[in-house]
């Protein structure tokens, strides 16, 4: 099957520090990207949605200009945690899609533990 | 707008015995799938089942069914013979295939725990 992987897979960093976290897709082409963030014992959270090439679609309630989303080429997208503080600890996972390869066409990356001291 | 409702934050079984993880949803659109994932403790969500709006027959996948009640928009997930790797957070979500997004929402999630 198709093979997401997110890099780092757990990171820790200071307040106000900017954390870059990278989801690739290995063996196909995403046209769509998807960005979740989960707090623990909760469900998945969208953040944001994009497209290769195009400037992400983020869901209300989430900061763009915070959580900074670049889908540079169809096998890398880039998610920063800009100025990153406590609240913003949490799991963050991000799936990939290619287009009109069948129902079972998202798949998900391992995700990203980020813990902000 | 779209909402998965998973009613139960946690459910034991025992070992070797089936169990059943409920679901329901709610959209308008009559274009729809609807998804079982399974996250362990690692955090990986894992694909586990799809049923499609227009699909007859409930899907199954192994040991594990969904039971796909249309007209009640349930889509409840069976697993059979449960093993103790079983033991993880399962979630069921739905895409909406009319919507412009075309993204994955996803229930609460319950926490499966099989005792041995």
């Known amino acids: 099957g198709a093979v997401v992987s997110q890099h780092p897979s757990w990171v820790i960093c200071k307040s106000g520090t900017s954390v870059k976290i990278e989801c690739r897709s290995l063996?196909?082409?995403?046209?769509?990207m998807f960005w979740y963030r989960q707090f623990p014992k909760q469900s998945l959270m969208l953040m944001a949605t994009?497209?290769?090439?195009?400037?992400?679609?983020?869901e209300q309630g989430v900061e763009k200009d915070k959580f900074l989303i670049n889908h540079a080429s169809l096998t890398l997208s880039t998610l920063t945690v800009t100025s990153a503080h406590p609240e913003d600890s949490s799991f963050y996972i991000c799936?990939?899609?290619?287009?009109?390869?069948?129902?079972?066409?998202?798949?998900f990356g391992p995700g990203t533990r980020l813990t902000v001291t | 707008a779209q909402k998965i409702t998973q009613t139960q934050p946690g459910m034991f079984v025992q070992e070797k015995e089936a169990v059943t993880l409920d679901c329901t949803y709610d959209?308008?659109?009559?274009?729809?799938?609807l998804f079982w994932y399974k996250q362990p403790s690692s955090g990986e969500m894992i694909f586990l089942i799809y049923?499609?709006?227009?699909?007859?027959q409930n899907a199954t996948e192994g040991r594990y069914s969904l039971n796909f009640q249309k007209a009640r928009k349930s889509a409840n997930l069976v697993i059979s013979a449960s093993q103790l790797g079983d033991s993880a957070m399962y979630f069921c979500?739905?895409?909406?295939?009319?919507?412009?997004?075309?993204?994955?929402?996803f229930g609460g999630g319950t926490r499966l725990m099989v005792k041995p």
């Open positions: 799936s990939a899609r290619e287009g009109g390869r069948g129902i079972y066409e998202q798949y």
């Open positions: 063996d196909f082409q995403a046209t769509t």
């Open positions: 994009s497209n290769e090439g195009s400037k992400a679609t983020y």
């Open positions: 959209t308008s659109d009559p274009s729809y799938g």
């Open positions: 049923q499609g709006s227009y699909d007859q």
């Open positions: 979500a739905m895409r909406d295939y009319n919507n412009a997004g075309n993204m994955l929402t």
